[in-house]
């Protein structure tokens, strides 16, 4: 129980213990006076009741806890070989771009195991364009799976409900930022917004925002080629680029590739 709820239960109890004295000493009220007195206690006593009743209170450190212990034996335990040779290294075949959002990590979605996807999550999995100074986050981990790694695939998976896209769609047409970080960081993939608010007027905000998880990833697709070292691999086709959407209210996936060819489940 916080601080501020062990106070009012404190002064619940005060109040009861004042008016049952008040009742004992005050043998003179009134009967009417007497019974809401004994009515108001009564109430209150409920109330101290509901105290003692407290919701269950979540214990994080044992969520991890319990969420390591159950990986320990029901992975690592029962498959002590892969992890003795991920202890030597990592050789991956997929790198990821995927959202933050909770709903949506590509290890489950996807059904990677460890050592199968180098994986970089972000607002709306967005993949800016190269640029040594102002994403150089992002583009060390590019630059990481390609050059190092030597992944063979990038994947920039997309999804329903997107928090990041739909604040992206909602940014005012003068571009006033509401927050320090999140609107220069969506604007990413302000092309894409361009493009469907040109192309689908004629459907509603989240029509339109459906629209931009899909044409967004396109504009990460193609910022993708600005890193040279990525632009390089797929010339000699030892890199492959995709596209995917996953939508989780349908329970759908759509997989496409540089030329649109596009792949449904």
């Known amino acids: 129980?916080?601080?501020?709820?062990?106070?009012?239960?404190e002064a619940y109890e005060e109040a009861v213990a004042g008016l049952q004295k008040l009742i004992s000493e005050k043998g003179d009220l009134k009967a009417a006076a007497a019974e809401k007195v004994r009515r108001l206690t009564k109430e209150l006593a409920g109330a101290t009741e509901k105290w003692a009743v407290q919701k269950p209170v979540f214990d994080p450190v044992g969520k991890i806890l319990t969420g390591f212990n159950h990986f320990k034996k029901e992975k690592y335990e029962k498959d002590s070989a892969l992890f003795a040779k991920l202890a030597k290294g990592q050789s991956p075949k997929f790198m990821v771009f995927?959202?933050?959002?909770s709903r949506v990590c590509p290890s489950h979605i996807l059904n990677f195991q460890p050592g199968e996807a180098f994986v970089v999550r972000n607002i709306?999995?967005?993949?800016?364009?190269?640029d040594k100074t102002k994403y150089s986050g992002v583009g060390a981990a590019v630059e990481y799976a390609?050059?190092?790694l030597k992944v063979e695939n990038i994947l920039v998976m997309g999804h329903s409900c997107c928090g990041g896209i739909k604040g992206l769609m909602s940014i005012p047409d003068d571009g006033t930022n509401k927050s320090d970080f999140i609107e220069d960081w969506?604007?990413?993939?302000?092309?894409?917004?361009?493009?469907?608010?040109?192309e689908c007027s004629n459907l509603d905000f989240n029509e339109q925002c459906t629209r931009l998880e899909k044409e967004a990833v396109n504009v990460s697709l193609g910022n993708l080629l600005s890193y040279p070292f990525v632009r390089e691999a797929v010339v000699k086709r030892t890199l492959l680029l995709k596209g995917a959407h996953y939508d989780f209210v349908k329970g759908t996936f759509d997989l496409w590739d540089l030329n649109s060819n596009i792949v449904k489940f």
């Open 1 to 9: 129980m916080s601080h501020t709820e062990e106070m009012g239960k």
């Open 124 to 130: 709306a999995n967005m993949v800016p364009p190269f």
């Open 146 to 148: 390609v050059v190092h």
């Open 186 to 198: 969506v604007k990413i993939c302000s092309t894409a917004k361009a493009k469907v608010q040109a």
């Open 98 to 101: 995927a959202c933050s959002d």
